[in-house]
């Protein structure tokens, strides 16, 4: 069965400071999608990346880059700056590998404080 | 429409009565999901549609809860004879492909569904 961990259930930090958010998955499939999602105070579930198993490169987005390692099964959220506005809960989410029905974390609750 | 639109946004029932909750996809998105974010479960996969095809129903927690959508556009998810433990947020999510062409959903901000 498939299963995701999201270790840190509240983290808190000062504005400026970098934050990891760490996500460990369990699959049988050799393929598979990972995801991050981000929900706001105001609760629609936004997307901010997708990543399947063949590809390990590291990638990065303005402030936010995204480590996978299978060889650990993670696939671990970096922000670099935080920011008072991204606070919010983080959900890592893995897929099967016909890419439907995600099985999420239970998130991470991040608070930045200014 | 631009997003995945969702109503009611709350919804508050008493045990017992049947509860429908509707999504309006974005245009042109085939592919349609509900999930469901409660304080116990977290987020759980309910079902899913993708154009013509027969839904996968695989998430459903019990026969008292069944989806439709009309004319591969607007879903349905009806809940019968709500129980407290089916409080809820319901949320759907569209995407313009199923499966390995989907590049992420995109969710609608959920029906809060309480049941006392």
């Known amino acids: 069965a498939q299963k995701v961990t999201q270790a840190q259930t509240e983290i808190s930090v000062v504005e400026k400071e970098d934050v990891t958010l760490d996500c460990v998955y369990e699959?049988?499939?050799?393929?598979?999608?990972l995801f991050w999602y981000k929900q706001p105070p105001s609760g629609e579930l936004v997307f901010l990346i997708r990543?399947?198993?063949?590809?390990?490169q590291n990638e990065i987005s303005g402030r936010y880059s995204w480590n996978f390692q299978k060889s650990t099964s993670s696939f671990n959220f970096t922000i670099t700056a935080s920011q008072v506005v991204d606070s919010a809960v983080y959900f890592c989410?893995?897929?099967?590998?016909?890419?439907?029905?995600?099985?999420f974390g239970a998130g991470t609750i991040l608070r930045v404080k200014s | 429409g631009a997003g995945v639109s969702q109503s009611p946004s709350n919804k508050v029932t008493e045990k017992g009565k049947d509860v429908e909750l509707r999504c309006d996809p974005i245009?042109?998105?085939?592919?349609l999901y509900w999930y469901r974010q409660s304080l116990g479960q977290g987020l759980e996969f309910l079902i899913y549609?993708?154009?013509?095809?027969?839904?996968?129903k695989s998430g459903l927690p019990s026969d008292r809860f069944s989806a439709e959508r009309t004319g591969g556009s607007v879903s349905t998810l009806t809940i019968q004879r709500t129980q407290q433990e089916d409080s809820a947020v319901y949320l759907c999510?569209?995407?313009?492909?199923?499966?390995?062409?989907?590049?992420?959903?995109?969710f609608g901000s959920g029906t809060r569904l309480t049941v006392v």
């Open positions: 989410a893995l897929s099967d590998g016909e890419g439907n029905k995600l099985v």
């Open positions: 549609f993708q154009g013509n095809s027969a839904p996968d």
């Open positions: 699959t049988r499939d050799t393929t598979y999608y």
């Open positions: 990543r399947n198993s063949f590809d390990e």
């Open positions: 245009s042109g998105h085939t592919a």
């Open positions: 999510a569209s995407s313009k492909e199923a499966g390995l062409a989907n590049y992420g959903y995109t």
